[in-house]
């Protein structure tokens, strides 16, 4: 039990002062002095940061928990707490007439990893991941009755509730890419399902093909976030959060052999540092440059008789050419 002496007293100052801070160093102000904080100050303390900053802070045991999700909030953070702010204020969301919100992008850029992140950071708020396959249906019209039966049955929820519909171009696409009467229909009834929803339905949906979805869909929706891919510098960067080690030399070796515009995705990332882990458990890890340079090979362009390469790492990389060659 700790001496009421050692607790931080909570005042103006205190508060002036974490305003001031940074989201990253806020962070370490909460977990640092979480021992000495009273339970209802430690929530002041993040509302009031929350209000000054447009913000809403998960509490202290979901900051820690966050770790396994790092690489997600280090890049798209800002995306994130606007989205959690918005959940957490209802008077906004009555303003604006209820919340839609779009993630985009290609392939294995987090989005649905994101929307796992926000669902986990507001865990007041209840949640639903609705299945495109129970929707649509082979049989005339019926695809327009479950989205209507949808819609009714989510609007008798009492409270506010967040509901997930991934691969949104499953459903509807542009009306331009189809002279189906019956697709058109649906599309309409995609429109009226958005429309009718009430302000207490938090409608998240994500896509790799926006430019398939129907341009009235997308108007729909109040915030639209672009995931993206992310480059090598960014990539070895988050690597090295997680005790990568590989030299400015050769990183600097790296990116000049790089295939021409080539970008990495999340999942690249998260696949190789699973795959890293567990050669390294294995002992199957000679080191970390020789194990990146061979399981991204295929990206880099890499001439073995380049003058700028050592003796030692000729033959490293001759090492890995013989290798693929087994293969």
């Not at 926000?118 to 019209?141: A, D, E, H, P």
């Not at 194990?291 to 362009?301: E, G, P, Q, S």
Request: with cysteine; hydrophobic share 40%.
């Amino acid at each position: 039990m700790l001496n009421k002496e050692k607790l931080l007293k909570i005042d103006r100052k205190v508060m002036d002062f974490i305003v001031t801070l940074s989201r990253k160093q806020f962070d370490n102000f909460i977990l640092t002095f979480d021992d000495f904080l009273k339970p209802n100050d430690m929530e002041t303390m993040q509302e009031y940061y929350a209000s000054k900053n447009m913000i809403v802070y998960a509490t202290s045991s979901n900051i820690r928990n966050k770790k396994n999700n790092d690489w997600i909030n280090e890049c798209y953070w800002d995306d994130i707490n606007k989205v959690n702010y918005i959940l957490q204020n209802d008077n906004l969301i009555n303003k604006i007439g209820g919340v839609k919100i779009l993630f985009y992008g290609p392939t294995g850029t987090g989005k649905t990893t994101i929307v796992n992140e926000i669902i986990q950071i507001n865990s007041n708020i209840k949640y639903k991941i609705i299945n495109f396959t129970n929707l649509v249906s082979s049989k005339m019209g019926q695809t327009q009755i479950n989205l209507i039966n949808l819609a009714e049955e989510l609007n008798q929820e009492k409270e506010k509730m967040i509901i997930f519909l991934d691969e949104l171009d499953s459903i509807v696409t542009s009306r331009q890419n189809s002279d189906l009467g019956e697709h058109s229909r649906i599309i309409a009834t995609f429109i009226k399902f958005l429309d009718i929803l009430s302000n207490q339905i938090i409608f998240i949906s994500a896509t790799n093909l926006i430019n398939n979805i129907d341009d009235a869909i997308l108007r729909r929706f109040t915030i639209k976030f672009d995931t993206k891919l992310f480059d090598l510098e960014k990539f070895l960067y988050f690597l090295k959060q997680d005790k990568f080690l590989i030299s400015k030399q050769r990183e600097n070796f790296l990116k000049n052999h790089l295939v021409e515009n080539d970008k990495f995705s999340f999942s690249d990332m998260k696949i190789y540092i699973d795959t890293y882990n567990l050669d390294k458990e294995l002992n199957l890890l000679k080191n970390d440059w020789t194990h990146f340079l061979n399981y991204f090979w295929d990206r880099f362009n890499i001439n073995i008789s380049d003058s700028k390469l050592s003796e030692r790492d000729k033959a490293e990389i001759q090492f890995i050419i013989k290798e693929k060659e087994k293969k």
